[in-house]
């Protein structure tokens, strides 16, 4: 199982990378495990020294039953103090973003990908596609 977000490199530079371990509900790792999400326009905001995944869709659990999860609710991150930190001065500078990259299975937990982002301006992501349609042809 692994979650890609494919926007993120085409609409970001990534400048650094960390990985988190994420708190999920019983039926939310059910549903990753069978590859029901989708990290598109998801983002990382960091508020009272925690870390927390906004806007990441995970579709509801069909087997579950009453107890069932909200599909795009915060989910918390699980890093150590040191790397919030950091985390939170990276963001604070202008310009710069935290964006989920991926989402994975690493000895049965699931970690996320966070990737340290600046934005690209339009002609960046044309030269982009540009190189890409280059490999194309090369093949």
Known sequence: MEIVNR???FDYYIED???AGIVLNGTEIKSLRKGSADLKDTYVRIKDNEA???NMYI??????NIFN???RRERKLL????????????SDRDGWT?????????KNLVKISIGVCKGKKNYDKRESIKERDLKKLER
């Not at 579709?59 to 579950?64: L, N, W």
């Not at 890093?79 to 990276?90: A, G, M, N, P, T």
């Not at 935290?98 to 690493?106: C, D, E, F, M, S």
């Open 17 to 19: 990378e960390f990985e």
């Open 59 to 64: 579709a509801k659990y069909e087997e579950g």
């Open 7 to 9: 926007k993120a490199k």
């Open 69 to 71: 999860h909200d599909e």
């Open 98 to 106: 935290l964006i989920p990259i991926r989402a994975y299975l690493k």
């Open 79 to 90: 890093l150590h103090k040191k790397e919030i930190l950091k985390l939170k001065e990276l």
């Open 52 to 54: 927390y995944i906004i």
